[in-house]
């Protein structure tokens, strides 16, 4: 269920009805992430490395 919601969150994002930082916010206090952490920083995305 969690993977779903990244998936609608991003492709919201993408589409623009939210901003990437709320999104980014929302998904770090879903995983209960840091807000220090890269983990779901749009600004420096770690896929393809």
Known sequence: ???ALVREMTEAAHEGAILWEVR????????????????????????GR
Not at 34 to 41: G, I, K, L, N
């Open 1 to 3: 269920m969690r993977i």
């Open 24 to 47: 980014d916010r929302r998904l770090r206090t879903l995983f209960c992430v840091p807000e220090t952490s890269r983990a779901f920083d749009s600004a420096q995305p770690t896929y």
